[in-house]
T-cell receptor, first 111, second 112 residues
Framework: DQQVKQNSPSLSVQEGRISILNCDYTNSMFDYFLWYKKYPAEGPTFLISISSIKDKNEDGRFTVFLNKSAKHLSLHIVPSQPGDSAVYFCAALLRGNQFYFGTGTSLTVIP | SQTIHQWPATLVQPVGSPLSLECTVEGTSNPNLYWYRQAAGRGLQLLFYSVGIGQISSEVPQNLSASRPQDRQFILSSKKLLLSDSGFYLC???????????FGDGTRLSIL
């Protein structure tokens, strides 16, 4: 049972435009969320996180939005760069128990 | 700074053969350690985690096992590999359970 879902397996965006990656979850007990970025043949790299007490967290070009009522998480990348091309995973923490990962969205930024 | 090493990077094994994947962490003490598997088209599935030496929690029943013989060493093993064990195996560490996890570069395991 996939508790964290990324329904778009792939996304293509023009360089300089905004990339929006989405993530939905089913368990309202999740209280901490993260985004990871993964290049081929490498492990995921932590990108940005957000606690359930917030609805927005920003770090440079990356902003994560949390809509608890909709159980929806999104990552915005502005402006998108070719080096952002990678697979992005969202993950949710269940009350200090374990992280549940989504299936990933492959982002391609077209120069 | 902390680093995590995982090897080998790729491995091809016949069905029924044993497995040993090793992961070590440097630059930190008493880390939480994790083994994940990513099957094709799937997310990261937590297999095992450990909060201390000799302490292993299994999340998914299977023919794999894990051991933590030293504080910063985590080993994934199997006595007899199945075809379904193919996948990308990732080791990770975190300072605490509610902290971001830091991943190794993974092992691509192919079972023939």
């Amino acid at each position: 049972d996939q508790q964290v879902k990324q329904n778009s397996p792939s996304l293509s965006v023009q360089e300089g435009r905004i990339s929006i990656l989405n993530c939905d979850y089913t368990n309202s007990m999740f209280d901490y969320f993260l985004w990871y970025k993964k290049y081929p043949a490498e492990g995921p790299t932590f990108l940005i996180s957000i606690s359930s007490i917030k609805d927005k967290n920003e770090d440079g070009r990356f902003t994560v939005f949390l809509n608890k009522s909709a159980k929806h998480l999104s990552l915005h990348i502005v402006p998108s760069q070719p080096g952002d091309s990678a697979v992005y995973f969202c993950a949710a923490l269940l009350r200090g128990n374990q992280f549940y990962f989504g299936t990933g969205t492959s982002l391609t930024v077209i120069p | 700074s902390q680093t995590i090493h995982q090897w080998p990077a790729t491995l091809v094994q016949p069905v029924g053969s044993p497995l040993s994947l090793e992961c070590t962490v440097e630059g930190t003490s008493n880390p939480n350690l994790y083994w994940y598997r990513q099957a094709a088209g799937r997310g990261l599935q937590l297999l095992f985690y450990s909060v201390g030496i000799g302490q292993i929690s299994s999340e998914v029943p299977q023919n794999l096992s894990a051991s933590r013989p030293q504080d910063r060493q985590f080993i994934l093993s199997s006595k007899k590999l199945l075809l379904s064990d193919s996948g990308f195996y990732l080791c990770a560490w975190s300072a605490a359970v509610n902290q971001p996890q830091h991943f190794g570069d993974g092992t691509r395991l192919s079972i023939l």
